[in-house]
């Protein structure tokens, strides 16, 4: 989701619910939320925070137990138009 406060600034969040065998088992679940920056209307920028748990599934699970993560990330993201295409760099 996005929330724009004004022309340069913004909130992204975003949720992620990551499972298998029809919903049955947790493989990861991911929350993020960040603060946007438009630096022209081809450019952003945006600096947040990312946690993310990852549960052991698959055949060859890489944890036996639930682990969790915690981190800032950083995104810029340049939006191109050639004729028809849009393209987005992230």
């Known amino acids: 989701m996005a929330i724009t406060f004004n022309k340069k600034f913004g909130l992204h969040t975003e949720y992620q619910w990551r499972r298998m065998h029809f919903i049955t088992t947790w493989q990861q679940f991911l929350a ?6 438009n ?6 920028a945006a600096l947040g925070y990312v946690f993310v748990e ?7 699970p890489s944890t ?3 682990y969790p993560e915690n981190r800032i990330y950083g995104d810029l993201k340049l939006k191109i138009h050639i004729g028809n295409l849009n393209l987005k760099i992230e």
């Open 32 to 37: 993020r939320a960040s603060l946007t920056y």
């Open 39 to 44: 630096i022209t209307n081809r450019l952003s």
């Open 54 to 60: 990852t549960y052991p599934y698959g055949d060859h």
């Open 64 to 66: 036996k137990e639930p």
